[in-house]
């Protein structure tokens, strides 16, 4: 059994289907990277995940439990971490205001993981900052620490190195790399940095016009063209 298995899910934004029977899994140690061209549906496939979006139809299960009628909250609560695409980290909060939000499904007086800034430590020197004052690469890695602060099964990253100067999107590349090989954490990567998702793949998947056309381990990403695919 997968972490997460996604089966045939369909959404519509009103009367436009945005995704077409969707299937995909996730397995704990592994990094599923998510490719697509703008507007095929990659945002909106984690928001079906994350229960900000209805679905239509279809399954969604974590840990052969189904959570696809569950809340955004009650989702978070069960371990799913989401680092959204633009990142949403509330400006006007201080870094560490904006990590205790992320402990905002346990219990009142969790301390922050010391572990985070062993990760990030430029954040461990912002702690009394306003998470806006920060550059967009600060607040990406602030938006990460935020979504592993309670712990996440499943961590859920849209577009993370949108935006993002080329240092920052290493020590990102490295962080994913090691959590998931840590092996207790499933993780969905979408991303239109090819190189980035190619290093990170375990497994791939492209989406076209809200259906996924091609799908395979990511060692055989280069062979089977997906640069290509996703080129635009
Ligand atoms: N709230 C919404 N209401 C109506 N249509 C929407 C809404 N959000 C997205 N869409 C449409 O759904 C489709 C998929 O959008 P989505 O944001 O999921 O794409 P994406 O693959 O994440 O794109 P990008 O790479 O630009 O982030 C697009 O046609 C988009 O215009
Ligand atoms: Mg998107």
Known sequence: MSLLEVKD?????????????????????????????????????LKSLMGLVPIKSGSITLDGESIAGTTPY??????????????????????????????????????????????????KQMLGRRGGDLSGGQQQQLAIARALAAGPKLLILDEPTEGIQPNIIKDIGKVIRMLADRGNMAIVLVEQYYDFAEALADRYLVMERGEVIASGPGSEMAEKGVRQLVAI
């Open 74 to 123: 009650e989702r978070a609560r069960r371990g799913v971490g989401f680092v959204p695409q633009g990142r949403e980290i509330f400006g006007r909060l201080t870094v560490h205001e904006n990590l205790q939000m992320g402990l905002a499904t346990k219990k009142g007086g969790t301390p922050i993981p010391a572990e985070l800034y062993e990760l990030f430590p430029v954040l």
């Open 9 to 45: 899910i369909n959404q519509y934004y009103g009367g436009s289907h945005i995704l077409r029977n969707v299937s995909l899994t996730a397995e704990l140690g592994q990094v599923t990277v998510v490719l697509g061209r703008n507007g095929v549906g990659k945002t909106t496939l």
